[in-house]
Antibody
Framework: EVQLVESGGGSAQPGGSLRLSCAVS????????MHWVRQPPGKGLEWVSV???????EYADSVKGRFTTSRDNSKNMLYLRINGLRGEDTAVYYC??????????WGRGTMVTVSS | QSALTQPASVSGSPGQSITISCTGT?????????VSWFQQHPGTAPKIIIF???NRPSGVPSRFSASKSGTTASLTISGLQAEDEANYFC??????????FGSGTMVTVL
């Protein structure tokens, strides 16, 4: 059974950093395209990043330079490092597995709140 | 990359059909046959209901159908049911090798 479980969210101050984790089971992150998507409270979905099976990354313009996605194949984990936190980064962050050129499986999300 | 444009809300009575539009550009919806639709109930993660413009994953009811013409995609729910009340988001792959979501549509079953 495919499962994705995010963790690492919480409260942080503007300018700070956080590392979100996504524990995966039922498939290998090493041979799958993996995405991060976020959703501010009461708002819509925003695509954040993708990490390809070959290790290439792409980011939304709104996070480029501050967000870094990576993986640990030995632990079957996906990560999202967020630097220079801003108020507009407040959101639920989901990890998702790419399937048929879409986001086929999602975790339940982890909440990040940026506030002083 | 600007969000794809969806109507904020659509409503219908049980049994009726509704259609949600999703308008993009020639750099996303118009460039690829890679439009998806997601259903999201409050407090839960999104769930894929359509991939590659018009295909339904196993387990998604046949009352959900979708299509694309030019830079506009559409999702139709036929025979609306109470459990279809949710937020719906479209998404597309883009020429920048990124993805973009629609602004979201709240479907209300009257």
């Amino acid at each position: 059974e495919v499962q994705l479980v995010e963790s690492g969210g919480g409260s942080a101050q503007p300018g700070g950093s956080l590392r979100l984790s996504c524990a995966v089971s039922g498939f290998n992150v090493s041979n799958t395209y993996m995405h991060w998507v976020r959703q501010p409270p009461g708002k819509g979905l925003e695509w954040v990043s993708v990490l390809s099976s070959g290790g290439a990354t792409e980011y939304a313009d709104s996070v480029k330079g501050r967000f870094t996605t990576s993986r640990d194949n030995s632990k079957n984990m996906l990560y999202l490092r967020i630097n220079g936190l801003r108020g507009e980064d407040t959101a639920v962050y989901y990890c998702a597995r790419e399937w048929r050129n879409s986001l086929g499986d999602w975790g339940r999300g982890t909440m990040v709140t940026v506030s002083s | 990359q600007s969000a794809l444009t969806q109507p904020a809300s659509v409503s219908g009575s049980p049994g009726q059909s509704i259609t949600i539009s999703c308008t993009g550009t020639n750099t996303d919806i118009g460039a690829f046959h890679l439009v998806s639709w997601f259903q999201q109930h409050p407090g839960t993660a999104p769930k894929i209901i359509i991939f590659e413009v018009s295909n339904r994953p196993s387990g998604v009811p046949s009352r959900f159908s979708a299509s694309k013409s030019g830079t506009t995609a559409s999702l139709t729910i036929s025979g609306l049911q109470a459990e279809d009340e949710a937020n719906y988001f479209c998404s597309s792959y883009t020429l920048s090798r990124t993805h973009v979501f629609g602004s979201g549509t709240m479907v209300t079953v009257l």
